[in-house]
């Protein structure tokens, strides 16, 4: 349904219409042409109504706003009749958006925001690999090897060595398992 104001514009184009329209029947009709054959040129002249009607309403400038709320409601009477299909594909899209908002949280926390360091994209990890297994694997090392590196370093600035391990935060009952690391000052 059409606001006031809208009704009583598109009612004032409807009737200028029908006027401009009479008064070309009407002047046929004083060039001495029959009503029937002075409304039936008028009308091949006048051309299509409705066209003419949208196109008026699309230079008023609200045609894409007009269209849009009568697309809502549409869609609105379409899935108030269907209501199961309503309720699964209003379920469907709070999935589908809690999981993409979910991904993005993890995404964004690991992989997008830096770490909190000064400089993190000069942080570097060092392992120590045991040439005896094929292919070498990654292995900790040692703190005698880890105090040669960092006496020995002249590529790095500070080097430190970490351990994860198992933390119980709390005491009694009220105590949380969590994971950790042990780490030594930078130096």
Same mark, same amino acid.
């Given at each position: 349904?059409?606001?006031?104001?809208?009704?009583?514009?598109?009612?004032?184009?409807?009737?200028?219409?029908? !006027?401009?329209?009479?008064?070309?029947?009407?002047?046929?009709?004083? &060039?001495?042409?029959?009503?029937? #054959? $002075? *409304? %039936?040129?008028?009308?091949?002249?006048?051309?299509?109504?409705?066209?003419?009607?949208?196109?008026?309403?699309?230079?008023?400038?609200?045609?894409?706003?007009?269209?849009?709320?009568?697309?809502?409601?549409?869609?609105?009477?379409?899935?108030?009749?269907?209501?199961?299909?309503?309720?699964?594909?209003?379920?469907?899209?709070?999935?589908?958006?809690?999981?993409? !908002?979910?991904?993005?949280?993890?995404?964004?926390?690991?992989?997008? &925001?830096?770490?909190?360091?000064? #400089? $993190? *994209? %000069?942080?570097?990890?060092?392992?120590?690999?045991?040439?005896?297994?094929?292919?070498?694997?990654?292995?900790?090392?040692?703190?005698?090897?880890?105090?040669?590196?960092?006496?020995?370093?002249?590529?790095?600035?500070?080097?430190?060595?970490?351990?994860?391990?198992?933390?119980?935060?709390?005491?009694?009952?009220?105590?949380?398992?969590?994971?950790?690391?042990?780490?030594?000052?930078?130096?």
């Amino acid at each position: 349904m059409r606001p006031v104001w809208r009704r009583s514009r598109h009612s004032d184009l409807d009737d200028e219409i029908t !006027a401009h329209f009479r008064m070309a029947v009407a002047d046929r009709i004083a &060039r001495g042409e029959s009503p029937e #054959d $002075a *409304d %039936r040129a008028a009308r091949r002249e006048f051309g299509n109504v409705t066209l003419i009607k949208e196109t008026t309403c699309d230079m008023w400038g609200w045609r894409p706003l007009s269209d849009f709320a009568q697309d809502v409601v549409y869609a609105s009477r379409t899935l108030r009749k269907a209501r199961s299909f309503t309720l699964v594909a209003v379920a469907t899209l709070a999935l589908g958006i809690g999981a993409n !908002a979910a991904m993005f949280s993890i995404t964004n926390a690991v992989l997008l &925001r830096p770490l909190p360091f000064p #400089d $993190a *994209d %000069r942080l570097v990890s060092l392992s120590g690999a045991d040439m005896r297994r094929t292919p070498a694997s990654p292995m900790g090392v040692s703190w005698p090897d880890f105090f040669d590196w960092r006496a020995r370093t002249a590529t790095l600035a500070r080097v430190s060595a970490y351990r994860g391990t198992d933390f119980t935060v709390g005491t009694g009952a009220d105590g949380q398992h969590l994971a950790g690391a042990v780490v030594s000052a930078g130096v």
